[in-house]
C-alpha cells in the first residue's frame, strides 16, 4: 500500500465563528478583500453583515453568480477581481460561489481565460489570491478541495478545474450559517455529503485515512440528515451535518469521486437536477452494484455502520431520498425512454473509471432501465 495525503488548508470550526472574522483576517495578514458572495445573500442583509464584521478589510462584493457557475460567470468575477486590485477573495455561499472564488483567484493574475484552465485544460503554474472559504450548505466539501467544477453552458460541458493552487488559505465552518437553508436544498446538498462519503470509500484510489473520514461522514449523515430536513432549526442536526459535509470533502479529496458523479454531470446539465439530489439519483443502485467489489469492501463499510449489509445501506439511502421528496424515478425527473441511450454516453466522464465496477454502457443502461 502507498499514499500521499496532504491538506494545506486551515479549519476553523464552529458556531458563531463568522463574528470573529475581523481577526481571523487581521492573524492572516489579509487586507483589501473581495467578497464573492451567493446573491441570496444580497438579498437577505448576509452579505453586508460580512462585510461588517470583516471591520474593514473586505472593500467590495462579486455577486452575479448561478448555481453550477458558468465560466462566463466566473469570467466576470475574474474581472472584478483585477479591476479592484483585490488582495484575497472571501468566498460566502455553496459549492457555487467556493467554486467561483477558486477559479478566479488564480486566473487573475494570469492573462488567460477561464476556458483556458477548464475546458482547454492549461496548467495552473502558479499561486493566485488567498481565499478564506465561508460554506453555508453542508455540502460540498469545496472549502476543503482543491477543485472548482464550472460548467460550461456553450460547450455543453460541466467539469472540474483542478490544481493544488485552488486549495483556500482557510475554511471558517459556521453551522449557524446554514439554519436558513431550504428543504429541498438541505436534502440536495446532504446527499450530496454521502455520495462524497461513499466515493471516496468506494473509488479505485481510495487510502485509509480517507477510509475513515469517509465512515464517521456517512454516520452522521445517516443519523442527522432527515432531522436536519425537518427542521432546520434543528442546531444540532445542523452542526452534525457541517462536520459531515468537512470529513467528506476530505473523504473524496485525495480518492476523488466515482460513477455517481460522473452521471449527475448530464443529470444536471440536461434534466436541472440539482448538483446532490443528481448525484442521489444513481447511489443506491450503485451501493447495490459495488457492494461485493475488492472483496465486500462496501458490505464492510455498510456492517461498521451498523446495518445488516450493503443492500440495507442501499434501501435506507432510497427510503431517504422518498423521505426528504428527492426524485427517484426516470418520469419523476422527466427522462423519457428514448433517451437512455444518449444519457448513458454522456456519463462518460473519466470519473466513471473510478468506480470499483466497470461501468460499462450496458450497465450505464440496465441501471438507469430499473429506475421506472
Ligand atoms: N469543488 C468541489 O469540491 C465540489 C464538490 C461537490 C460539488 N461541487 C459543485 O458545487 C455546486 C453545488 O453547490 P451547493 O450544493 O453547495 O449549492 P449552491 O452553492 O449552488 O447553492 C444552492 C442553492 O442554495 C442557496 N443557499 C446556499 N446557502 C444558503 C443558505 N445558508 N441559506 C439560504 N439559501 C442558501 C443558494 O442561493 C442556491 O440557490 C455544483 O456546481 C457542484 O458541481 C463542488
Ligand atoms: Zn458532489
Not at 41 to 48: H, I, K, S, T, Y
Not at 170 to 182: F, G, M, R
Not at 234 to 260: N, Y
Request: proline share 4%.
Amino acid at each position: 500500500m502507498d499514499f500521499v495525503y496532504t491538506l494545506p488548508v486551515k479549519i476553523v470550526f464552529g458556531g458563531n465563528k463568522i463574528e470573529q472574522l475581523s481577526g481571523i483576517l487581521g492573524a492572516a495578514g489579509l487586507d483589501g478583500g473581495l467578497l464573492v458572495s451567493d446573491p441570496a445573500f444580497r438579498r437577505n442583509g448576509l452579505a453586508d453583515r460580512v462585510i461588517a464584521l470583516s471591520g474593514g478589510k473586505i472593500a467590495g462584493c462579486f455577486s452575479e453568480l448561478s448555481p453550477n457557475p458558468d465560466v462566463e460567470e466566473v469570467e466576470c468575477c475574474v474581472a472584478t477581481v483585477r479591476e479592484s486590485g483585490a488582495g484575497f477573495l472571501v468566498a460566502l455561499g455553496g459549492g457555487s460561489s467556493m467554486d467561483c472564488a477558486k477559479a478566479a483567484s488564480v486566473v487573475a493574475g494570469t492573462d488567460r481565460t477561464v476556458r483556458h484552465f477548464h475546458s482547454e485544460k492549461g496548467l495552473i503554474r502558479e499561486p493566485g489570491l488567498p481565499v478564506i472559504a465561508v460554506p453555508t450548505t453542508a455540502g460540498t466539501g469545496s472549502e476543503v478541495t482543491n477543485v472548482a467544477v464550472l460548467t460550461d453552458a456553450a460547450k455543453n460541458f460541466k467539469g472540474p478545474m483542478a490544481s493544488d493552487y485552488m486549495y483556500v488559505k482557510l475554511a471558517i465552518v459556521d453551522p449557524t450559517l446554514t439554519v436558513s437553508v431550504p428543504k429541498q436544498v438541505t436534502a440536495s446538498t446532504g446527499l450530496d455529503v454521502l455520495s462524497h462519503a461513499l466515493e471516496g470509500y468506494w473509488s479505485r484510489n481510495h487510502q485509509p485515512i480517507c477510509d475513515a473520514m469517509a465512515l464517521y461522514a456517512a454516520d452522521l449523515v445517516f443519523k442527522h440528515l432527515e432531522t436536519a430536513y425537518r427542521d432546520g432549526s434543528d442546531i444540532g442536526a445542523r452542526e452534525q451535518m457541517c462536520v459531515a459535509s468537512l470529513l467528506a470533502g476530505l473523504a473524496f479529496a485525495h480518492p476523488k469521486t466515482a460513477a455517481s458523479h460522473a452521471c449527475s454531470f448530464p443529470l444536471t446539465n440536461v434534466y436541472h437536477l440539482p448538483h446532490g439530489e443528481a448525484c442521489a439519483f444513481t447511489l443506491d443502485w450503485l451501493i447495490r452494484v459495488n457492494a461485493g467489489a475488492e472483496g465486500g469492501r462496501v458490505e464492510h463499510f455498510a456492517r461498521k455502520l451498523g446495518f445488516a449489509d450493503a443492500a440495507a445501506m442501499a434501501d435506507r439511502t432510497l427510503a431517504m431520498k422518498k423521505a426528504m421528496g428527492m426524485r427517484y424515478t426516470l418520469a419523476g425527473a422527466g427522462i423519457a425512454q428514448a433517451d437512455l441511450e444518449q444519457l448513458a454516453e454522456l456519463c462518460k466522464h473519466p470519473n466513471l473509471l473510478n468506480n470499483p465496477v466497470e461501468m460499462t454502457r450496458e450497465r450505464l443502461l440496465e441501471m438507469f432501465e430499473s429506475m421506472q
